[in-house]
């Protein structure tokens, strides 16, 4: 039986690697976790959640609620993930790989199993059902759906477009595209009146703990598999 080979890690490069991945994941491992602290304490980050929404809800204005609601549909966890599917088979098509559309497909799986892990589990709730933007929702907060999706989705896909070109137009790109888009999630689930300011932080530190995962997969990869 032939042993499936893989990409020894043994460079010097692999060994930078292996720190940056590790930087990535302890980053996201403490974010989320004082986040945690701070939802369950009602301190820290957690003591501007209320201000904030009350802010924003007392600053609505109908052009803008219109524009953050497309936002929101647009963007929604269903639609981020049949999106990603279907792109990460359409490269695999055009491109003749597998290794790489692979990971993506598996990242926005994960991000959804994870997603609904930790609402259950944390079962926090949302702002006052009186002050979103119909349709309400009322399932758990924590973390955001919407904004985890984003973030999963930028993150793995810049990684894995910037791991084999080292393009700084493509990193520009990819660092571009996840700030705007991470924000612009983001700021409609607050503005709509469904999170709270540490639902969509805790959403970006556990996308940095999938993306860790994923890159220290990827050093991993099978010889014979494209």
Known sequence: ?????????SSAAYASNVRTIGLIFLIGLAGFGWLYFSVMSQSGLAVFDEPLHTWLVLHR???ITN??????????????????????????????????PTLLIGAMGITLIVTAFFKDIIARERPSPGQMIPPLE???????????????????????????????????????????????IALSRLYLGYHWLTDVSASVALALIILAAVMLIDRYKPKNIV
């Not at 039986?1 to 890690?9: A, C, D, G, L």
């Not at 953050?68 to 790989?97: C, D, H, Q």
């Not at 924590?142 to 080292?166: C, D, E, K, M, N």
């Open 1 to 9: 039986m032939n042993r499936i080979s893989t990409t020894p890690p």
């Open 67 to 100: 524009v953050m609601e497309v936002i929101t549909n647009v963007m929604a966890p269903t639609y981020v993930a049949i999106f990603s599917i279907a792109g990460a088979l359409l490269w695999g098509w055009r491109k003749k790989e597998a290794w790489r």
């Open 61 to 63: 204005t109908l052009p």
């Open 138 to 184: 009322l399932d758990y907060s924590f973390p955001s759906g919407h904004t985890i999706g984003i973030a999963v989705g930028v993150f793995v896909l810049g990684y894995l477009l910037y791991s084999r070109t080292r393009s700084k137009k493509t990193l520009y790109s990819m660092v571009t595209l996840s700030i705007v888009g991470i924000a612009l």
